[in-house]
């Protein structure tokens, strides 16, 4: 799920994405007489629970659902490559990658605009839903895509991603476990007393630069708050600025006082999320999907959750965060109405209920929150404070965010300086700017 996460539209080769309105897909059997739905998606630990879903849709409505289960997620991908290329998508399929992929595909005709249901009956099922999980799915009027403004997508389920603790590694260390650090000055603090009991710090899968870039942005909105960041991936700020200086500073403290676990710079999230599990560190950055992860792996991990602790007390804490997966309408099925449907059913109460218990994963549904596991309630109070690259006004320049990334390993491990980066940034910021005009 991890990177599954960010965010519901695959990357393809954009040839496919232009092939303009066509026949029929093969998907829909509605041509036929017969009535079914088919589902693609890459969810192994959903598909067991969606498959019993179907199974209670069909008693219900005399619909049938089938629910086609492509995995790895690389191999979801080529699939639905080839059946775009081929104008035979599914009447109900997912995407992943970035908004500029999902915008290439609505502009393509692959993708059904839900406007119209979705504020239907005084917006019902749009309120029903979290405002920021349908945020990724929508483009407003204007947007630099050129998208006809709308809602193409229904989230399934929502994600965030913050900070989890070890409860019994904190009584080990003499920490209170009912009172994780709030502040960057207490986390630093816990993380010595940690650090003298023999215990590690903070582990997360650095060497996947994503997660690098999710913590240090959701530092650098709490230090200078959101426009600022904005103005300097406009240009009109550079990364040599004393607020940046300081944020990449977080990270050679972090460095320097050995409050990272061994190896972090070069980790992938799974073997993080196991050194997790097996209490071989007290912190996580993780996302909320580590529920499900740690419970398969270690059923017995007591654990919390609780927000990236504060720099600038005087401004929030952001998290990225926003729907987790996905379904998209194929704007070419015969069957759009019971689609739709479909869809209304899948993300009401009782079956998001029933899919969160299922597969530990946040609803997307509001009224589901309290039929879900306490750690998802845990997680779920973060959902006021999420943003994320696919729903800011301007993103980073590509160039940029590599060297952003692994600028900061190279401060965690002592190549360079905050400063040093800085001023790197600066540099090749204004380069590349310079190329674009």
């Known amino acids: 799920m991890k990177r599954v996460f960010l965010f519901a539209i695959c990357v393809f080769g954009l040839g496919i994405l232009f092939n303009g309105c066509g026949s029929q897909p093969g998907a829909s059997s509605a041509s036929q007489g017969v009535r079914k739905i088919v589902v693609w998606h890459w969810m192994t630990d959903r598909d067991e629970a969606f498959q019993e879903l179907a199974k209670k849709y069909e008693e219900k409505t005399g ?29 109900i399929f997912g995407l992943l ?67 989890l603790y070890n409860k019994g590694l904190f009584i080990k260390a003499g920490l209170n476990p009912d009172s994780p650090p709030a502040t960057w000055e207490e986390f630093v603090a816990a993380c010595q007393k ?49 607020d940046w200086i300081k944020v990449f500073a977080l990270f050679k403290e972090m460095a320097d006082k050995k409050m990272l676990a061994s190896g972090i710079v070069t980790m992938v999230n799974k073997n993080a999320e196991q050194a997790f599990a097996n209490e071989r560190a007290a912190f996580a950055f993780n996302g909320s999907w580590c529920v499900n992860v740690y419970h398969g792996m270690n059923p017995s991990l007591d654990y919390g959750v ?74 779920s109070k973060g959902m006021e404070n999420v943003t994320h690259p696919n729903v800011w006004p301007v993103n980073e320049l590509p160039r940029v965010i590599e060297r952003f990334d692994k600028g900061i390993q ?14 790197e940034l600066a540099k090749l910021k204004a380069e590349e700017m310079a190329k674009k005009k």
């Open 63 to 91: 619909v049938r659902v089938i629910f086609e289960l492509y995995a790895p997620s690389d191999a979801y991908s080529q699939k639905v490559r080839a059946a775009a290329q081929a104008k035979a998508l599914p009447d």
């Open 97 to 163: 990658g970035e908004k500029r992929d999902f915008a290439a595909f609505i502009k393509a005709g692959h993708i059904t605009n839900l406007i119209q249901e979705m504020t239907a009956d005084n917006s019902a099922w749009k309120n029903s839903l979290f405002e920021k999980a349908l945020a990724v799915n929508e483009f407003s009027d204007g947007n630099e895509y050129g998208v006809s403004a709308g809602i193409y997508g229904v989230p399934i389920d929502v994600m965030n991603i913050q900070m």
């Open 194 to 242: 940690l650090g003298a009991a023999g215990i590690q710090g903070l582990v997360s899968g650095w060497g996947e630069v994503w997660m690098i870039d999710c913590l240090a942005s959701n530092l650098a909105f709490n230090i200078m708050g959101p426009e600022k960041v904005f103005a300097t991936l406009r240009g009109e700020v550079p990364y040599s600025d004393p």
């Open 306 to 379: 609780l927000l990236m602790p504060r720099v600038n007390l005087s401004r929030p804490m952001y998290i990225w965060g926003g729907a987790g997966s996905s379904f998209l309408v194929n704007d070419r099925s015969l069957v759009k109405k019971e689609v739709v449907d479909l869809l209304k059913w899948l993300t009401a109460r009782d079956q998001q209920a029933y899919l969160a218990q299922k597969t530990r994963n946040l609803p997307s549904n509001k009224s589901s929150l309290e039929k879900i596991p306490e750690l998802l309630a845990a997680f």
């Open 410 to 423: 190279s401060i965690i491990i002592g190549e360079k300086t905050p400063e040093q980066l800085g001023a």
